[in-house]
């Protein structure tokens, strides 16, 4: 270097300080989650909007940063998680196509098995999870212990679907005259011989039909993790157009009826348009402060752009979609 001696000395210490500090931090929590950052980039164990569990944490993850994660817990409390700790300790991660769910019961041994089989099949079937199943888990003193579960698909309502589907197993065990109560359960009343425990049936022509929540409990618990996978879709589905419509447009080089070829270039025309009316709408999002330090009472500004935004882009990728359609099956028909 073209420098007096003096200054090449201070220079060469101070490189040999920032190389020691590195050297020094490298073994430090800092360093070690920023790798298992790059990690969790490299491997993408779970995406913004799943559900995770790890080390007793369970949530949804609303945003993963270089350094941690975020998760919105049951609680709708947000839960800052070390990268580190995903990496180094088991990862549970519920898989958006469909996970298990389960609840187990114990029942007298005085009650035929195929009778109980069926009721807890029948409560799994109501509660709509796919391939139901009944195991025994446990042959015990006095009590049989049984596990019934299925496949739920819609895993967004997880958390409504466990509790329903242990309500339907009480109901529709107390449907058949079942008793879900062990053998060896006593009470300081005297009962008759033939007392059975079971609430009484209601007369449904009396009873009012009690009606559905509008919003279901996920709604409410994981509203940041929602809007943030909202919003992260909303991303990936836009960055994707420019390519689509270069594709289609190469596609459509070769064809030999110019006619159709135009008629099929002014449709791709016409959704860079439609693109060029969404971009503000997204640039909007994009330059709002982050999703979950968003305040409470800016909550519906946010939503309410969050959800044009989403309701316009879904409607540009499936005009998308449907022109990709139309012009693979005019290459087919030449």
């Known amino acids: 270097m ?52 790890t080390d007793g944490t ?13 998760v919105q817990s049951i609680d709708r409390d947000l839960i800052t998680i070390p990268n580190l700790a995903l990496v180094s300790k088991p990862l549970k991660t ?26 807890l099949l029948q409560a799994a079937e109501i509660t709509g999870l796919e391939n139901p199943f009944v195991h025994v888990e446990k042959l ?6 049984y596990k019934v579960g299925g496949l739920l698909k819609d895993v967004d309502r997880i958390i409504t679907a466990r509790s329903d589907f242990k309500k339907n ?24 011989e033939d007392y059975v425990c079971m609430p009484p049936k209601e007369d449904t022509r009396l009873a009012p039909k009690e009606k559905e929540p509008e919003v279901q409990t996920e709604d409410i618990i994981f509203d940041k993790a929602i809007m943030a996978q909202m919003l992260d879709r909303i991303y990936t589905i836009t960055e994707k157009f420019p390519d689509r419509r270069k594709d289609m447009e190469d596609k459509i080089k070769d064809l030999s009826d110019t006619d159709k070829r ?23 999002l994009k330059d709002l402060p982050d999703i979950t330090a968003m305040p409470h009472d800016k909550d519906n500004e946010y939503i309410e752009k969050l959800v044009t935004a989403e309701k316009d882009v879904t409607l540009l990728d499936n005009r998308h979609e449907d022109l990709e359609k139309k012009i ?5 028909q030449e």
């Open 94 to 119: 519920i898989r958006s196509s469909g996970t298990i769910i389960t609840t187990s019961v114990s029942l007298g041994y005085n009650i035929p098995r195929k009778d109980i089989e069926k009721s």
């Open 262 to 284: 135009d008629e099929l270039k002014e449709q791709i025309n016409a959704l860079a348009k439609m693109e060029d009316n969404i971009n503000p709408e997204v640039q909007a």
């Open 169 to 192: 197993v009480i109901d529709n065990l107390h449907n058949s005259d079942i008793e879900i109560v062990s053998p060896t359960y006593m009470n300081q009343r005297v009962f008759s």
């Open 2 to 53: 073209p420098i007096d001696v003096e200054d090449k000395n201070l220079v060469l210490t101070f490189v040999s300080i920032i190389i020691g500090a590195i050297i020094t931090f490298s073994s430090t929590t800092f360093v070690a989650n920023a790798m298992a950052g790059i990690m969790l980039r490299l491997i993408n164990p779970f995406r913004v909007g799943d559900f995770i569990k």
């Open 58 to 70: 369970f949530g949804r993850v609303t945003e993963i940063y270089f350094l941690n994660t975020q």
């Open 140 to 145: 015990g003193d006095f009590s049989i212990s």
């Open 328 to 332: 693979f099956k005019t290459l087919e």
